[in-house]
């Protein structure tokens, strides 16, 4: 049976069982697997094609590396630290007139350490260390009551240069939203709102 061919760019390279420890991807040890990450949505081509049986027999797709439009993602070992690297491509949703007149398109990513969760199942991300060394002034602000609807400005920082550790406290839990199945996909949900969405006490931005 022909398929109309939907192509993915994959990364693959390798992580240790049960640490945070990155691994060499030519490393000799039987003690690790290899992660494939899906760089980018399938897309349509004009090409058909007929795979072989089991072609792809044991690897799995379904866990999701980024929710945003990254790509072209490139990996290396750093051998000092112990620890692989990642970083790629951020695509932007604006449109073409929009690009020119701001004269750029996409940005980007900052660099991030990935490592493998206890249970060797899931990919974890989270920015190197040294983002820290670039932080500046900080400004502090705390016990603040944000109500839905309203704007609370910080001052003496730019947007454009913020690094944001934020810490929610919900004061009760009566007044929170049920949470429906259907709505934990946030792909989905961007592509039917394509919007951000509003709840009682959350909200999603696409």
């Known amino acids: 049976m022909k398929i109309f061919a939907a192509p993915l760019i994959l990364v ?11 691994v060499e991807a030519s490393t000799e040890s039987m003690d690790h697997i290899e992660y494939k990450i899906p760089e980018k949505q399938p897309y349509r081509t004009s090409y058909h094609f007929q795979p072989q049986q089991n072609w792809m027999n044991g690897t799995s797709l379904d866990l999701r590396f980024d929710y945003g ?4 993602s490139k990996s290396f070992f750093d051998y000092p630290k112990n620890r692989r690297i990642l970083w790629g491509w951020v695509n932007e949703s604006d449109s073409s007139t929009d ?7 996409g ?25 820290e ?3 500046d002034k900080q400004i502090r602000i705390t016990g603040k009551e944000l109500v839905s609807g309203t704007t609370l400005e910080v001052s003496g920082i730019t947007a454009s240069q913020a690094d944001v550790e934020v810490l929610f406290e919900l004061p009760e839990l009566e007044s929170a939203e049920w949470l429906d199945a259907s709505e934990v996909d946030p792909q989905l949900l961007c592509s039917q709102e394509y919007a951000s969405r ?6 999603l931005v696409c």
């Open 12 to 22: 693959i390279f390798s992580f240790l069982l049960h640490r945070e420890s990155g």
């Open 69 to 72: 439009k990254f790509y072209a």
């Open 99 to 105: 690009d020119i007149e701001k004269g750029w398109v």
């Open 107 to 131: 940005l980007q990513s900052i660099p991030r350490q990935v490592w493998l969760d206890q249970s060797g199942k899931q990919l974890v991300q989270w920015p190197i260390e040294e983002v």
């Open 133 to 135: 060394k670039l932080r």
């Open 198 to 203: 509003s709840g009682i006490i959350d909200h």
